[in-house]
């Protein structure tokens, strides 16, 4: 399981993003906030979306889903 965590500042398009505890880039203590322990990333994302609608993932610790995503906006372009 790990521990993911949300950016209480949101990004300039205004999504908060979501770390893993590990990530080299998650904000201080005072400046996220703990969405719980997951054993994937998409359960951490729902829990996420409860405390800010709109959630983006760390491209640098949340790397599958990150991928994903991606591959998927390419097939619908």
């Known amino acids: 399981m790990t521990h993911y965590f949300v ?6 398009g205004g999504a908060y993003e979501l770390h893993q505890e590990q990530c080299q880039y998650i904000p201080s203590r ?3 906030i703990y969405v719980g322990s997951f054993s994937d990333e998409r359960a951490a994302i729902m829990r996420a979306e409860k405390i800010f609608h709109n959630v983006h993932v760390c491209p640098h610790c949340c ?7 991606r591959a998927h906006d390419a097939m619908i372009r």
């Open 30 to 32: 005072s400046h996220r």
């Open 63 to 69: 790397i599958h889903f990150h991928r994903a995503a």
């Open 7 to 12: 950016d209480k500042t949101p990004l300039p």
